[in-house]
């Protein structure tokens, strides 16, 4: 089993800055993909940004340009730096990663247990 931690989260004004870390643990072998997520109140979870193991990023058109993903494959810690932050990004974010634990097994996700950003002034 592999687990994630988060960390980072909390209360901003517009226009702030909040930076989001998220540690894999576990039976690890190796990580692949490892991403940010986002569920607001009566919204759908959605993807943030994305990260693979070659350092090849992908984000959602509303944070391009103000949120910044970045890994530490050494510590199997993924990064979300978030800039510019606007009220609409109030949401809880949670940490996802695909990983195997074992050579020539299917990777499987694995989810953190989410943290709260709120920007309002």
């Known amino acids: 089993q592999v687990q994630l931690v988060e960390s980072g989260g909390g209360l901003v004004q517009p226009g702030g800055s909040l930076r989001l870390s998220c540690a894999a643990s576990?039976?690890?072998?190796?990580?692949?993909?490892m991403g940010w997520y986002r569920q607001a109140p009566g919204k759908q979870r959605e993807l943030v940004a994305s990260i693979n193991s070659g350092g090849r990023t992908n984000y959602a058109n509303s944070v391009k340009g103000r949120f910044t993903i970045s890994r530490d494959n050494a510590k199997n810690t993924v990064y979300l730096q978030m800039n510019s932050l606007e009220p609409e990004d109030t949401a809880v974010y949670y940490c996802?990663?695909?990983?195997?634990?074992?050579?020539?097994?299917?990777?499987?996700?694995?989810w953190g247990q989410g943290t709260q950003v709120t920007v309002s002034s």
């Open positions: 576990g039976s690890i072998f190796t990580i692949n993909t």
């Open positions: 996802n990663c695909n990983a195997q634990t074992r050579p020539f097994y299917i990777g499987t996700d694995y």
